[in-house]
């Protein structure tokens, strides 16, 4: 996906470390351009390296792209050394055309919108309670669930994924995945 609009402007940079039973695996790097023009572009990168039945290096991306605060199209990309994966999502003007490809996961259903919430913009803004999310990895929609101050959970593909904040700040975000449980943590 071609993004000029990344390339233009300072963006805002949030980092953060991954990990495994509190053992550190990797770091996240998530970034905001300037607002040009009503849009705005999300993009969250990471690499990780863990043993699973043998050594697993990841290389992940995801950029996505809003218009008017409504998300236009994102681009999920999983780099391993075991295969890899790619999700895109585009808004057509009535849904979101989806091609979700992850591991052991694919998914071609439109997904009614137009949407304001994915994971990458969750790492700058605190959403609210009943707000709807998209998973560019997934291509599915889910509302978002407000289970304390500051804490939320959005459930993808019967895992439960909770977002924590701190005035306004993403802190953590504890993930469940079919392959193993992990924490995002922020960097201070």
């Not at 700058?124 to 709807?132: A, G, M, Q």
């Not at 999310?133 to 019967?158: A, H, M």
């Amino acid at each position: 996906m071609a993004n000029p609009v990344f390339s233009q402007g300072k963006a805002e940079s949030l980092r953060y470390e991954i990990l495994v039973l509190g053992l550190k695996i990797g770091e996240l790097v998530a970034e905001k351009t300037p607002e040009i023009n009503n849009s705005q572009v999300y993009k969250v990168e990471s690499f990780v390296k863990f043993w699973f039945f043998g050594n697993v290096d990841l290389r992940f991306s995801t950029v996505s792209q809003f218009l008017h605060d409504e998300i236009v199209r994102t681009k999920s990309e999983s780099k391993t050394n075991r295969g890899d994966f790619l999700s895109t999502v585009q808004w057509n003007g009535r849904h979101y055309e989806v091609d979700a490809n992850t591991y052991k996961y694919e998914n071609q259903k439109p997904v009614n919108g137009p949407l304001t919430w994915c994971s990458t913009k969750l790492f700058f803004h605190e959403p609210k309670h009943e707000d709807v999310f998209l998973s560019e990895v997934y291509g599915v929609s889910q509302k978002i669930t407000q289970i304390q101050p500051g804490v939320y959970e959005i459930k993808i593909d019967g895992n439960a994924n909770r977002y924590f904040y701190k005035s306004g700040i993403l802190e953590k975000i504890v993930l469940e995945n079919p392959i193993k449980n992990y924490q995002i943590r922020r960097i201070r």
